[in-house]
């Protein structure tokens, strides 16, 4: 039974029947024919709608749209209203653990979540002890995603605790005290971080563990930890970064539902927002693509993402449209009504014949096959201070050859050495 210290209002919609006045907006119908109206009531499969000359109609709920429907469910949905000791939208100070005071974590829940019945988790780990500022690079995607987050402040490199017990139990106090959906647990760090993510991640994979964000160190150092064979892990690691092989190496002796290996430009660093956001909305991507076929509950989070990700896409297509394709690519794969379906294939259909957007994704599979081919060693001492001769040679062609994408950069970094 879950622990919750947080107020909860409760309001219940009369037994069998949705009602309620909402407001007056646009409905359409799968025929694309649609009306001004406020929902009046939703009751054995159709739809009561007020007009503007005050009559009632009824229309059966099947002919609406994906986006009417899930409206209604928001508004007739009985609603949660969570209360936080410290304010959503924010981050927390230290909060400690109600078992080990000496044991504190920070917390953020965007503001999205006030309402929402689960929170999908992530906890951040950060190799010099976490900070406030810790969560920041996170905060975006989290407010695009609806993740709350939670860093850990005792969890470090230089860390006297005992880090493993620390961060379980820092992770088990989370789960039963908040309305964590806990198929939804996802970790990440930054290099000490980064492998203590991937320690949590081999702790929890005969529980329901979504992914990893890695970045800047591979999962494990002395050995690889190994992950749910139904989680994902989403990679970045700086062009010169003294781990560029430790990481591929780690994620070559992994199987898992889904991984990916972004490289961007910069040494052993954290990566920027933009790229934390990204892999953030690929995680939730991936999870929602195979939860959503089995589980209604996620269905309409499933159409929410897809029409976000669509305007994303518009976004894109001029100014990044290989970044377009692979959104476009990801919400194909997702189950979704025909109304919505239809545009996404339609977009991707676009896409698939926009030359730069070709030619991107060209790019990235050679960046791929060069990290597999020259930057996977065994030994991982040589991996300071580094310049293959061989990966020298075949980075400085692929960045010749494409020196009309963005990743033209990254292939001329990888030529230099790492740095430490």
Known sequence: MKYVKMTVVVMFCMLGIASGEGEIRKWTALDGKSVDASFVKEERGYVSLKLANEKTVKIPARKLSAGDKAYIKDITT?????????????????IPLSKNGAITYHMFVPECLKSSQSWPVMFVFDPGGGKPRTLKRYIPGAKRNGWALVVSVQSSNKSKINVEESVFAMVDEVIEKYPIDEK???ASGHSGGSRTAGLLGEHMKKRAFAGLLANGAGVGYARVYQQSPKSSIYALCGSNCFNRWDMPKSLDKIRCRNKKLVIFPGNHDWASEKYMTEGMTMLTGWFLKDAAKKEMRYRDECIRFAERELKEINTLKESAPGKALIWAQLISELKLPTELSTPVRKELSTLKTNKKALRYLEAEKALDKLMDKHFIVSN?????????????KAALALAEKYADTSLAEVFTRLAKPSTK
């Not at 949660?80 to 000791?85: R, T």
């Open 78 to 94: 009985p609603k949660i209203e969570h209360k936080l000791p410290f304010e959503f939208g924010s981050t927390s100070k230290a």
């Open 184 to 186: 939804r647990v996802y």
């Open 380 to 392: 991982h001492a040589t991996c300071f201070n580094r310049a293959d001769p061989g990966a020298t």
